[in-house]
């Protein structure tokens, strides 16, 4: 794994952006569907979030939240 993170710091900017565009492409085609209980989950989240975009906390929040020792 080191070998091939070696390598993609080796690419250019432009070569790293075409490199994700084909992984990305990858995950979409070996996608498992989504169960009707996802799909209708993230219907909702979406139109949440369509309705008052606004209403969003910083990632910086929600990633300190997530490390936040009890």
Do not use: C
Request: glycine share 2%; aromatic share 6%; net charge negative.
């Amino acid at each position: 794994m080191s070998d091939l993170r070696s390598q993609i710091n080796s690419l250019s900017a432009a070569e790293k952006a075409e490199l994700l565009d084909t992984v990305w492409e990858s995950l979409e085609a070996d996608a498992i569907s989504l169960t009707e209980a996802q799909q209708a989950e993230l219907d909702y989240r979406i139109a949440r979030h369509e309705e008052n975009p606004s209403d969003v906390l910083p990632w910086q929040q929600v990633r300190d939240g997530l490390f936040k020792k009890p």
